[in-house]
């Protein structure tokens, strides 16, 4: 299903060293989310129509449909940041992910027709593609100009600070970039600013040196760590013996 990123076992908040509201990096998102965003942009100019209606592993999603879902969860942010700050945070990046109705069949089914109306918008490929650019750029310009401990309240309900709301929408373009890449059958374009947020995101801080040890290119590993790719006998006994304990993002 759309947006179920992995399905290994949920890890509270309180494992990771998080507290509700308590950002790991609060500077880095935004960057991040920025060069994320450029690099996707990068990945679908020139596609062919053709390309643009290949499946993804997110079925029922094209690439074309994926895209649109990304455009989606990008375009919650104007509206956010256009309504008043709800004072104190709540909930740290890693809680907004705990499993409850936002992962529902009804959510989905929501998700997926909300993604399919926007990628019907534009009347081909390369005009979509400039309507992601649009649409990520004007987030940035919103982000940019917000001061420091700025607040929203997400559309489940969760009062963040931005800059921990922005760490999801970093995991959303990039996991969802690698989803992409692959079925156009092309190189990742993961930045490595993305990558280590979603890294951060996924194992906690404590942990990431240990990512080095399992020897895998970044885009491997978060497929590996979202679900995209299975972990066989050995590559489970090597995250075991490393401690490393995956984040459930669905």
């Known amino acids: 299903m ?44 020139g596609l062919s129509e053709a390309e643009w209606s290949l499946p993804t592993r997110c079925t029922p999603w094209s690439v074309r449909d994926l895209l649109g879902h990304v455009c989606v969860v990008i375009d919650w942010l104007p509206s956010m940041l256009g309504a008043p700050a709800p004072g104190a945070a709540e909930i740290s990046a890693v809680e907004y992910y705990r499993p409850d109705e936002r992962f529902s069949p009804q959510t989905n089914g929501t998700r997926i027709a909300l993604a399919q109306d926007r990628a019907t918008r534009s009347a081909d490929g390369g005009a ?55 079925a156009l059958g092309r190189e990742p374009w993961l930045s490595p600013a993305a990558g280590a947020v979603v890294t951060e995101l996924l194992i906690g801080a404590e942990h990431t040196a240990s990512v080095d040890e399992l020897g895998w290119s970044r885009p491997r590993f978060l497929r590996k760590a979202t679900g995209r790719e299975p972990l066989d006998a050995a590559e489970s006994a090597q995250v075991e013996r490393l401690g490393i304990r995956w984040l459930a993002l669905g």
Do not use: K
């Not at 790991?24 to 935004?30: F, K, T, Y």
């Open 2 to 45: 759309p947006d179920e990123f992995t399905s290994h076992r949920p890890v509270a908040a309180d494992e990771l060293g998080l507290r509700g509201g308590q950002s790991i990096r609060p500077d880095g998102a935004l960057e991040a989310f920025r060069e994320e965003c450029e690099a996707l942009t990068g990945g679908l100019a």
């Open 128 to 182: 979509f593609a400039e309507d992601f650019a649009a649409t990520w750029q004007r987030a940035d310009r919103l982000c940019r100009v917000q001061p420091a401990g700025r607040t929203v309240r997400t559309r489940h309900g969760d009062a963040m600070l931005l800059s921990e709301f922005l760490r999801t929408r970093v995991v959303e373009v990039a996991v969802h970039g690698l989803d992409l890449a692959d």
